[in-house]
């Protein structure tokens, strides 16, 4: 069991500047070790410290309202959960989307890699939430083990499933963020183009790694990337060229008429 030890840590952080929410401040329900069922080449937090897919209570709801009220006002267009992993594996996930909505009375955000979807628990949960943003990389389970790099069992087949059940029932905003480390081939495209048609997400965010991933996990990668200013050794990954992200992005917009965002701003 992983918890806090650290006495200055504040499970709260930003605001930060979000090409996906506008201004977001950032509610972190995992910690100081960074805990993901998923390990994704590009992650923003450097190597996972502890792998796993088993949910917990990391940080008590008390000690995050505590957190929210140093924030006060909260000028901000959305509070998002997301931080040092993957927050549905917070046990009282539920509990602090209510009472951040109760509190702030602004919309709340959750950023997932969809692992757990298939919990029932995790879906009435996560349904809570104003805004839920879920992970998907891949079409296929060779590229969905390459960029993601599970912690087994996690099965491809499953988190699909578990997403097209939580959209039957989901109310809010769902997007579907989408890493593209190269330019996918056209079966994948095609692939995919079908799976969004099925799924009919609120919107589309397309993105290809941009930020350095540190080389080992670091705490203040969870708020906004200034670059040059990094007192820790990174790892810089290739990013697909705009050219691609556009063409890829007028595609699925024709085919499917779902509203798609960048980094590089709006493309469809």
Same mark, same amino acid.
């Given at each position: /069991? ?23 401040? #950032? ?19 450097? *190597?996972? *410290? ?43 996930? #539920? ?22 979807? /298939?919990? #029932?628990?995790?879906? *009435? ?26 912690? &087994? ?44 048609? &099925? ?28 670059? #040059? ?33 960048? &980094? ?5």
């Amino acid at each position: /069991m992983y918890s806090i030890t650290h006495h200055s840590f504040c499970s709260v952080y930003g605001p930060v500047r979000s090409w996906r929410y506008g201004i977001s401040l #950032g509610i972190d329900p995992i910690g100081t070790v960074s805990t993901c069922s998923f390990d994704c080449v590009y992650c923003q937090l450097g *190597e996972i *410290e502890h792998k796993t897919r088993d949910r917990q209570i990391f940080i008590p709801t008390i000690r995050i309202l505590d957190d929210l009220h140093r924030f006060i006002p909260w000028d901000v267009d959305v509070i998002t959960l997301s931080g040092s992993g993957e927050p549905t594996l917070a046990l009282n996930l #539920g509990e602090i989307i209510s009472v951040t909505k109760t509190l702030t009375n602004k919309p709340v955000g959750v950023l997932t890699n969809g692992s757990l979807l /298939m919990d #029932g628990d995790v879906q *009435e949960e996560l349904a809570l939430a104003d805004q839920v943003a879920v992970k998907w990389d891949a079409v296929t389970v060779d590229g969905f083990n390459r960029v993601n790099r599970p912690v &087994a069992p996690v099965f491809f087949s499953e988190i699909w499933a578990g997403l097209m059940q939580f959209r039957q029932h989901y109310s809010g905003h769902l997007a579907i963020q989408t890493m593209l480390l190269t330019p996918w081939p056209q079966p994948d495209q095609d692939v995919y183009i079908a799976q969004m048609q &099925a799924l009919q997400p609120a919107e589309i965010q397309l993105n290809t790694p941009t930020r350095p991933r540190p080389l080992t996990h670091q705490l203040e990668a969870r708020g906004n990337h200034v670059p #040059g200013d990094r007192a820790y050794p990174t790892r810089s990954l290739k990013p697909t060229s705009a050219e691609t992200l556009h063409t890829f992005s007028d595609r699925i917009q024709a085919a499917t008429g779902i509203q798609v965002r960048s &980094a590089l701003g709006v493309t469809a």
